[in-house]
């Protein structure tokens, strides 16, 4: 923690440390909330934006949405606001890591049992997220966080956009961020949906069973498209992932998105199935 003399004010909370970055977009600090006296994480864009202008707007109706979900896989925020051009977010704070921290301590892949886990739990509350009108379009192993008290997966941080009317938003909607995972729509550029987290999310769970991300990086920067999303089995990495929970991820990657689970519902059926199997 930062001594008392390096703590800095900022609207009405007490920063107390800095916690971690997300890529330049955001940065999330330890602060105290007066008054309450009690712990709070405190994440502030980096973007200056005018308080009362139409990104500012966009901003607090899309946060406020996202401050009446009730899922306990999505953190909670507290409160929002701009202070000194800077948008912030107010949100519980928790005794947590993210999932690629937890990975890279023990420097091996989550069990399947644990993966699967992760997978509902995070699967419902991007359900959640969906049939409130909101894309979170940036799940990774760095956005999802174990909270180490509860035992339990939840969604930490967001770059959230509402979802237009079909339910679609444009690629330059979406700004790339660090440590992101890629998707087809993306590089393709092709409509963003909802179709577009789940594919984070088969994407996320990959990675915890084989440590590796299913597309390749060097053939994107070489515009070599389509070997960079070809991706291998898990299998090739992880012998210890039945065939059940790999047909699962392999359909939830597939490039073109009409092949993939078509909603959350879908996918979280096929995924209790495994589930079921392995309780047996």
Known sequence: LLPMSQRKQFQKYVIKDKLRSVGAYMDVYLATQPGLER??????????????????????????????????GVIQILDLGCHANRLYYITTFRNAKSLEQLMLETESPFSVKEVVTIGLVVGDAIRHMHLNNLLHRNISTHTIFYDLDNLRPYI?????????????????EIPFVYDSFFTPEQIFNRPIDRRTD????????????TMKVPFEKKALLRSDLESAFAVSPPTSFNEK???GLEVIIMKLLEVEAENRYQDCDEFLLALEAVRDTLRR
């Open 156 to 172: 930490a941080d967001f770059v959230t956009l509402k979802a237009s009317a079909d339910g679609s938003l444009s690629k330059s």
């Open 39 to 72: 712990d709070v994480e405190l994440r502030i864009l980096s973007r200056a934006v005018e308080e009362g202008s139409s990104d500012y707007q966009r901003f607090k109706r899309e946060f406020r949405l996202l401050a009446r979900l009730d899922h306990p």
């Open 198 to 209: 789940l594919y984070l999310l088969g994407a996320a769970m990959y990675r915890l069973l």
């Open 241 to 243: 992932v039945p065939v």
